[in-house]
C-alpha cells in the first residue's frame, strides 16, 4: 500500500469538504492541482498513468458546452431571456413559475452552472423593479437550475461522467432521468409557494428589514435598473450558429459513439467566425474547473491503480451497499453536500464496485438533486449567491437552506420512489 496515496487523497477531499486549507488562502482548484502535483512529483503515479487517469472525452464535452454557452452570451440571448422571464405577468406566483421553468429546461441543455452565472444579475435586477425581495427568485433559479439539468447527459459535470464512464444512450436517460427532474422542478416551485420567504417577498413592496432595507433595495434597483432593459437587438446570425450548434453536440450525443472528437469538431467550427474573436469564444470557458477535474482524475485515479487502496474501498462501499438505491441516495446526500457532487461522483465511478446501468442513472439523479440541499452542495448555488452578493442582495446559509432542505428532502424522495419503482 502507497500510503502517501492515501494521505494525499484525505488531504484532497477534506480540502474540498472545507472549500480550503486553513491558514492558506487556496480554493478547491488549487488543492487538486497540489495533491496531482504532489503524486507525480513522488513517483506514486507515472506520467503515463496520470494521463491513463484523466477522462479526456468528458473534459472535451464539458469544454464544448462552454464554447457553447459563450455563443449564446455573445449573441445577447441570455439578456433578452433574463428580461423576457422578469417581464412575465401573473403577479409573483407567475414570474416564481417563469423562473423554474426557463432555468430548468435551458439547464437541460447548456449546463445548470452557466445558466445560473448568465441568468441571475439580469433576474436581480427585474424582481427588484417590480418591488419584490429577490432571495426566493434567486434561490429558485439555482434550484431549478439543478433539477434541469438532472434530465440529460450534457446538463452537468457530473452527469457528463457518468455517460462517459457507462457509455449512456441520451434518450434512455432522458426518459429515465427526466421524470424525477420534472418532477422536481414542481416540488421547488410548490415548497418555494408556501414558504414565508415568498410571502414576505409577495405581501409588501420591499424584502424586509425595514427603512434600512427598503433603502438599501432601492439604491440597488436604481443601480441595477437599466440592465433590464431589454438587449438593442439580438444577433440572429450568431444565435442561429449557436442553436445549430446544439443541435449539433445533441445529435453527436444519440448517434455518435466518439462523442469527445466531434464535440471539439463544434468547438473548432464555432471558432471560425468573422464577428467573434477567439478570445471572445474561449473567454468564458472556466478554466479553473477544467483544472479542478484534471487534478482530481489523477488523484482518484492513483487510488485506483493501487490494488491494497482501490480494494479496501472498493470494500467499503460494497459492505454498505451502495448499490441498493435508498443507501445509494443518502451517500448523494452526504457526499454532494461535503465534498461536493463532482468529486463525489469521480471518486464514486473510480473505486465504486460495478455500475449497472439502472444504478448509474440513480447516481446521476440522487447527486444531482441533492445539490439543493445547502449552498455547498453545487457550484450552481456558489455562484448564484456571489452573482447575488455582487448584485446588493445578500442571501444567507440559512437563507438558502430554509428552502433547499426541504426541496432536497421532498425531490429526492420521490426519485428514490421513481428509481426503485423502474428497477
Known amino acids: 500500500m502507497n500510503w502517501l496515496i492515501a494521505v494525499v487523497f484525505i488531504g484532497v477531499y477534506i480540502g474540498m469538504a472545507l472549500g480550503r486549507w486553513p491558514g492558506l488562502a487556496i480554493n478547491r482548484t488549487g488543492i487538486a492541482v497540489i495533491g496531482a502535483v504532489t503524486l507525480l512529483l513522488s513517483g506514486a503515479i507515472t ?6 487517469a484523466i477522462d479526456f472525452a468528458t473534459l472535451s464535452v ?8 459563450s455563443q449564446y452570451a455573445a449573441s445577447g440571448f441570455f439578456d433578452w431571456i433574463g428580461h423576457r422571464i422578469t417581464h412575465l405577468g401573473g403577479g409573483p406566483r407567475g414570474l416564481l413559475a417563469g423562473v423554474i421553468a426557463v432555468c430548468g429546461v435551458l439547464s437541460a441543455v447548456m449546463t445548470n452552472d452557466v445558466v445560473v452565472w448568465a441568468v441571475t444579475p439580469i433576474l436581480i435586477s427585474g424582481v427588484l423593479a417590480r418591488g419584490l425581495d429577490p432571495k426566493p427568485f434567486v434561490i429558485a433559479a439555482a434550484c431549478a437550475a439543478n433539477a434541469g439539468s438532472a434530465a440529460t447527459l450534457i446538463g452537468n459535470p457530473q452527469n457528463l461522467m457518468i455517460a462517459e464512464f457507462g457509455h449512456l444512450d441520451f434518450a434512455g436517460f432522458l426518459l429515465v432521468c427526466g421524470v424525477p427532474a420534472i418532477i422536481a422542478l414542481g416540488v421547488v416551485y410548490g415548497v418555494i409557494v408556501k414558504s414565508q420567504m415568498m410571502r414576505a417577498g409577495v405581501g409588501t413592496n420591499m424584502a424586509q428589514g425595514g427603512a434600512a432595507g427598503a433603502e438599501a433595495m432601492s439604491a440597488s434597483a436604481s443601480a441595477l435598473t437599466p440592465a433590464s432593459e431589454p438587449a438593442s437587438t439580438i444577433d440572429k446570425p450568431i444565435l442561429i450558429k449557436a442553436l445549430i450548434a446544439t443541435v ?3 445529435g453527436i450525443f444519440i448517434f455518435v459513439e466518439d462523442r469527445a472528437l466531434w464535440s471539439l469538431l463544434v468547438v473548432a467550427v464555432l471558432l471560425l467566425s468573422r464577428r467573434l474573436t477567439t478570445d471572445q469564444v474561449l473567454g468564458r470557458v472556466d478554466w479553473h474547473l477544467l483544472a479542478l477535474f484534471v487534478g482530481l482524475f489523477i488523484v482518484t485515479g492513483a487510488m485506483s491503480q493501487d490494488d491494497v487502496l482501490a480494494k479496501l474501498f472498493h470494500d467499503v462501499l460494497v459492505s454498505v451497499q451502495i448499490n441498493h438505491p ?3 441516495a443518502g451517500v448523494s446526500l452526504l457526499g454532494s453536500n461535503t465534498i461536493g457532487n463532482v468529486p463525489l461522483v469521480m471518486m464514486l465511478l473510480s473505486l465504486g464496485p460495478e455500475w449497472s446501468e439502472t444504478l448509474l442513472h440513480g447516481l446521476a439523479v440522487f447527486s444531482t438533486l441533492s445539490g439543493n440541499f445547502l449552498i455547498v452542495g453545487s457550484v450552481a ?25 426541504p426541496i432536497t428532502v421532498i425531490s429526492l424522495g420521490l426519485a428514490l420512489g421513481w428509481m426503485t419503482l423502474i428497477s
Open 62 to 69: 464539458l469544454l464544448t458546452l462552454m464554447v457553447l454557452s
Open 248 to 250: 449539433a453536440v445533441i
Open 47 to 52: 506520467g503515463d498513468g496520470a494521463l491513463g
Open 381 to 405: 448555488n456558489i455562484i448564484a449567491v456571489e452573482q447575488a452578493h455582487k448584485a446588493g442582495t445578500v442571501i444567507s446559509f440559512t437563507d438558502y437552506a430554509r428552502l433547499g432542505i
Open 326 to 328: 435508498a443507501v445509494l
